[in-house]
């Protein structure tokens, strides 16, 4: 049986297509908003187990934001947000 890696979001780089696995709150401590609050807005935006999401731009210093299609929508997200959605590749 292989495993399907899985990475953080956070880590991806543009061009990344993949499908999300989970959301590990434990994993974006940095992300300035309490674990419960970052897992609500992540789940309104669209961020559930098993939805496509594409990398699809970063910001020029630093890659901060990230530009992110969630199935049809395209998500301005910090990566130290994006570091609690876990997804595996999809290419």
Same mark, same amino acid.
């Given at each position: ?5 899985? +990475?953080?979001?956070?880590?991806? $780089? /543009?061009?990344? $297509?993949? =499908? +999300?696995?989970? #959301?590990? #709150? *434990?994993? %974006?401590?940095?992300? !300035?908003?309490?674990?419960? &609050?970052? &897992?609500? =807005?992540? +789940?309104?935006?669209?961020? /559930?187990?098993?939805?496509? /999401? &594409? ?7 630093? !890659?901060?934001? +990230?530009? /992110? ?6 998500? *301005?997200? =910090? $990566?130290?947000?994006?570091? %609690? ?7």
């Amino acid at each position: 049986m292989t495993t399907i890696p899985t +990475i953080a979001l956070g880590d991806a $780089r /543009v061009g990344f $297509r993949g =499908r +999300i696995t989970a #959301l590990d #709150l *434990a994993r %974006a401590p940095a992300a !300035g908003l309490p674990p419960p &609050e970052l &897992e609500r =807005r992540l +789940i309104e935006l669209g961020f /559930v187990e098993g939805a496509t /999401v &594409e990398l699809l731009h970063q910001g020029l210093f630093g !890659g901060d934001p +990230i530009a /992110v299609r969630v199935a049809a929508t395209t998500i *301005a997200l =910090r $990566r130290r947000e994006a570091m %609690a959605v876990m997804v595996t590749d999809q290419s």
